[in-house]
C-alpha cells in the first residue's frame, strides 16, 4: 500500500465468494488504520506494516467459514532521490498503460525510469512492454507477422541476435512517418494494425523503411524475411536463408537488454494470464508456472540484484450484463484459479527475489468499467480503475527503491 493515498480493497478479487448474497465479508486489523470499511470494500490512507485479516461469515448463523491474512507493506510516496528503473511486460492492461496515473502522472515516484521497446502513450521517455492479446506463451515464442507486436526476449541461442520480421518494421516505419494514414491502402490505420505496430517509434528508426531491414546489420544478426517467409542471417556480407527449429530458441533477457542498449531495470513486473485461462476453468499450471520460472532465471541472471515482481492478473472480470456477451462469473471463477495458484506456488520466496504483487484487489467489479445505456463496455478492462491499479506498483516500488 501506499503512504497518503487512498488504497481500496475490494472484496470480490480478494476473496473467492460462491453466495455473494448470503455470505458476508468483514476487514479487520490490529495495527493497519481503515477510514472507511463497507460492504463491497475497504480503504486506508495511512498504511502502515501489518497484517490484514479478512473473514467471511455464513448468512443465516455467522459463523466465521474462512479466515484468510495478508502480509501489508507500506511505500512512502513521493520520496526518493536517486533514479529508480523498472520495466512491465504484459498484455493489453500494460499496453493500455494502466500504471501511467500512479507511477508517471501523480509523482508518488520520484525519478522512476521506465524502460523497454514500446513507447508510453503521451510519455516520450518511458516505455513499457505490454502486447494487447498476449499470453505468457507469446513472450517464449517467435514473432514474425505483423499481427504480433515484436518480442525482443525470445532469442536464438548461441550468439546469434533476432530483430524481427521485415514486415513488422516496414509498417512501424509508415506508421511512425504519417500516423493518420495508412501508405498501403491510402486510407485510416486498421486498429489491429495499430494495436501492434504503434508505440515503437523510437526503435523502428533502426530499419530500413522501404525493406524493413536493419540499416546497420553485423555479422549474426537475424530477420524473418517475409517475402522469402524464411529467416535470415547476416554472415558480414549479405543476408543469407537460414532454418531455426522451434529448440533453437530460448527466453534470453541478458541478450534483449544488450541488443537494444536498454538500461537494466532493478525491478521486473509481469503482469499476465488474463488472456492465458479466463475462457475456461480447471486449468493445468505447470508448463505456466515453469516459463514464469523460467523468465525469472532469465531476469536474474541478467541484473542479480533485481527483483522479479508477479502481479495477479484481475480476478473480477466484470457484469453479466456486457456488451461482448462475455460468460463474467465463469471467467471471474477461471481467475480466481490464476490467483489461488500464484499464491500458493510463489508466495514466500522474497529470499530468491521473487515477489507476489496484489494489483488486482483494486478493480471493482461493478463500477470500474464503462458503461453505455446500462451496459458494461470495455470487458475484461476496467479502465476507470486503472489509477488505483498502479497504485500497488507505485507502493511496491517505493518500499523497495534505494
Not at 169 to 186: S, V, Y
Request: proline letters at 5%; aromatic letters at 14%; a neutral charge.
Amino acid at each position: 500500500m501506499l503512504s497518503d493515498v487512498q488504497n481500496d480493497i475490494f472484496i470480490q478479487p480478494f476473496l473467492k465468494r460462491w453466495r455473494p448474497y448470503d455470505n458476508y465479508v468483514r476487514f479487520s486489523s490490529p495495527s493497519i488504520p481503515f477510514s472507511r470499511r463497507l460492504e463491497k470494500f475497504a480503504s486506508v490512507l495511512k498504511p502502515e506494516d501489518g497484517k490484514l485479516k479478512i473473514q467471511l461469515y455464513e448468512g443465516d448463523d455467522f459463523n466465521v467459514i474462512k479466515t484468510i491474512e495478508s502480509n501489508v507493506k507500506a511505500g512512502k510516496s513521493g520520496v526518493g532521490d536517486k533514479e529508480v528503473v523498472v520495466q512491465i511486460i504484459g498484455d493489453s492492461y500494460t499496453n493500455g498503460a494502466f500504471f501511467k496515473d500512479a507511477l508517471l502522472i501523480k509523482g508518488y515516484v520520484p525519478r522512476l525510469k521506465m524502460v523497454g521497446l514500446r513507447r508510453v502513450n503521451d510519455m516520450p521517455d518511458q516505455f513499457d512492454e505490454g502486447r494487447g492479446g498476449c499470453t505468457l506463451e507469446s513472450y517464449f515464442t517467435v514473432t514474425k507477422v505483423v499481427q504480433r507486436a515484436y518480442n525482443g526476449f525470445w532469442q536464438p541461442k548461441g550468439n546469434d541476435r533476432y530483430w524481427g520480421s521485415t514486415s513488422f518494421w516496414k509498417m512501424a516505419n509508415d506508421f511512425r512517418k504519417n500516423p493518420n494514414l495508412n501508405p498501403a491502402t491510402n486510407k485510416s490505420w486498421d486498429f489491429g494494425d495499430l494495436y501492434n505496430i504503434s508505440r515503437f517509434d523510437s526503435v523502428s528508426f533502426r530499419f530500413d523503411e522501404n525493406t524493413g531491414f536493419l540499416l546497420n546489420p553485423h555479422k549474426g544478426d537475424v530477420q524473418f524475411d517475409n517475402a522469402l517467409n524464411s529467416f535470415v542471417l547476416y554472415n558480414g556480407r549479405k543476408w543469407e536463408k537460414k532454418d531455426y527449429p522451434d529448440l533453437a530458441w530460448s527466453f534470453q533477457y541478458g541478450k534483449y537488454l544488450s541488443m537494444w542498449n536498454i538500461t537494466p531495470p532493478q525491478m521486473l513486473f509481469e503482469m499476465l494470464g488474463l488472456n492465458d485461462f479466463r475462457d475456461k476453468i480447471n486449468h493445468d499450471f505447470l508448463k505456466w508456472n515453469a516459463r514464469l520460472m523460467e523468465m525469472k532465471k532469465s531476469y536474474l541472471e541478467a541484473v542479480p540484484d533485481g527483483k522479479f515482481v508477479i502481479c495477479t492478473p484481475a480476478s473480477s472480470c466484470g457484469i453479466l450484463d456486457n456488451a461482448a456477451g462475455d460468460f463474467t462469473t465463469m471467467q471471474n471463477a477461471a481467475m480466481w484459479e490464476v490467483r489461488d495458484n500464484i499464491i500458493k506456488t510463489f508466495d514466500g520466496q522474497q529470499s530468491d527475489k521473487l515477489f507476489i504483487l496484489d494489483v488486482a484487489v483494486s478493480i471493482d467489479n461493478e463500477k470500474g468499467y464503462r458503461y453505455q445505456d446500462g451496459i458494461q463496455m470495455g470487458n475484461p478492462h476496467p479502465f476507470l480503475n486503472y489509477p488505483a491499479m498502479g497504485i500497488s506498483i507505485a507502493a511496491f516500488i517505493q518500499y523497495h527503491r534505494q
